[in-house]
């Protein structure tokens, strides 16, 4: 498929260009929605499996840097709307992108396991496309995926396949990231934070690993209500904190057994009702159970061995993972050439209304963040 040309003609091939110039393109796209890209549906292999992925590559390069992106855990994988967004406008400034779907991840599970092959798969499906054969990749993850993707880089095989790697509003500490999706608590540059949390990731998180507690066996029910409500906010695509989900929410807790209502309320509740009080250490708990369901999903010992330059991104006022995250992964990578960028011009998943103070401040750091992932292959 052939994106809107909106662009005039290119007076220099897109490989000749400086990182001052392709970031530009990228921000006049991703501002303007004036995307410039060929878009294709393939399929590729991963570990036996068959799944989808989706290449945007830039109109008139027949070799662009490329890179591998992996997505969250969200219900539209590969077709979540700023996903696209991201990827056209990345097109735009010169840069090939494929997006495999992570179908574990779509339906919402805590599956670190996948982001390894899924990259392999990815790398597969450039060469078969033409793209990058003969030089190394880039490789992002969002959200979930970003710890994922800088652990697979790692990977013995895919040494010297990867240039760079980027990652975007991911976590890393499992107690300090449950706690504050379960109480908006964190604590960034030494100064403490509150801030009313997002709940669709205690929803997510609650889903996967409630009933892996010491005694919460018997509490399905509520997990699978905690699923269901996550599922229905991704395929809304409106933010889960939203009152339009505030009688679904009612609905799905008659579904749990009376006795376990309580439990349900811990984690979700109507957006005109006040959570109850914590009746247990609810992020301590979640953490113990996550890492003895699949010890990967804290990813702090898997970082260190991370071949290529890394560069983190997050949002100041992210409320699903909180932006402390960032310098700990940053800590853990511990390489020096690892770039770090807090800023208030990213939310998570959707795109915020800035105010124009803060954004002459944030501009010229966010600037050139931007201009080092864009220039990482």
């Known amino acids: 498929m052939l994106g809107?040309?909106?662009?005039?003609?290119?007076?220099?091939?897109f490989r000749m260009t400086s990182p001052s110039v392709r970031t530009l393109r990228y921000a006049r796209a991703w501002t303007t929605g004036a995307y410039r890209y060929r878009e294709s549906d393939v399929v590729v292999t991963r570990d036996g499996l068959d799944v989808p992925a989706t290449i945007v590559r830039p109109v008139g390069?027949?070799?662009?840097?490329?890179?591998v992106v992996l997505h969250g855990i969200t219900r539209p994988g590969r077709a979540h709307a700023q996903l696209l967004r991201f990827t056209r406008s990345i097109a735009t400034a010169g840069i090939a992108t494929i997006v495999p779907d992570v179908p574990e991840w779509r339906d919402l599970q805590l599956r670190p396991d996948m982001s390894a092959p899924t990259v392999a798969a990815g790398l597969e499906g450039l060469r078969a496309a033409g793209l990058s054969r003969d030089r190394p990749v880039g490789v992002i993850g969002f959200s979930f995926g970003a710890p994922h993707a800088i652990a697979a880089v790692g990977q013995p095989a895919l040494a010297g396949q990867v240039g760079g790697v980027a990652g975007f509003g991911g976590y890393l500490h499992l107690e300090s990231t449950f706690t504050f999706m379960m109480y908006g608590r964190h604590t960034h540059d030494g100064v403490p934070h509150q801030i009313q949390p997002d709940p669709y990731g205690r929803w997510i998180v609650a889903a996967n690993?409630?009933?892996a507690?010491?005694?919460?066996?018997?509490?399905?029910?509520?997990?699978s209500a905690l699923h269901s409500l996550g599922a229905h906010s991704g395929d809304v695509g409106k933010v889960a904190?939203?009152?339009?989900?505030?009688?679904?929410?009612?609905?799905?807790?008659?579904?749990?057994?009376?006795?376990?209502?309580?439990?349900f309320d811990q984690f979700a509740t109507p957006s005109t009702e006040a959570r109850p009080e914590p009746d247990r250490d609810w992020p301590t708990l979640l953490a113990n159970a996550a890492r003895f369901l699949d010890p990967r999903i804290d990813a702090s010992d898997q970082l260190g061995h991370t071949p290529c330059p890394v560069t983190l991104m997050h949002g100041y006022r992210d409320n699903l993972i909180p932006c402390s995250e960032a310098q700990r992964i940053a800590d853990a990578v511990g390489r020096p050439d690892t770039s770090v960028t807090v800023t208030r011009l990213l939310g998570h998943s959707a795109q915020e209304r800035f105010r124009i103070g803060e954004t002459l401040r944030d501009l010229p750091r966010f600037t050139r963040s931007l201009a080092r992932v864009l220039s990482m292959v």
């Open 213 to 223: 507690i010491p005694g919460c066996e018997d509490a399905g029910d509520v997990a």
């Open 61 to 67: 390069d027949p070799d662009p840097p490329s890179w």
């Open 4 to 13: 809107r040309a909106l662009w005039g003609k290119r007076s220099l091939p």
């Open 209 to 211: 690993i409630l009933t």
């Open 241 to 263: 904190s939203d009152p339009i989900y505030d009688s679904f929410i009612r609905a799905t807790r008659e579904r749990v057994a009376p006795e376990r209502r309580a439990m």
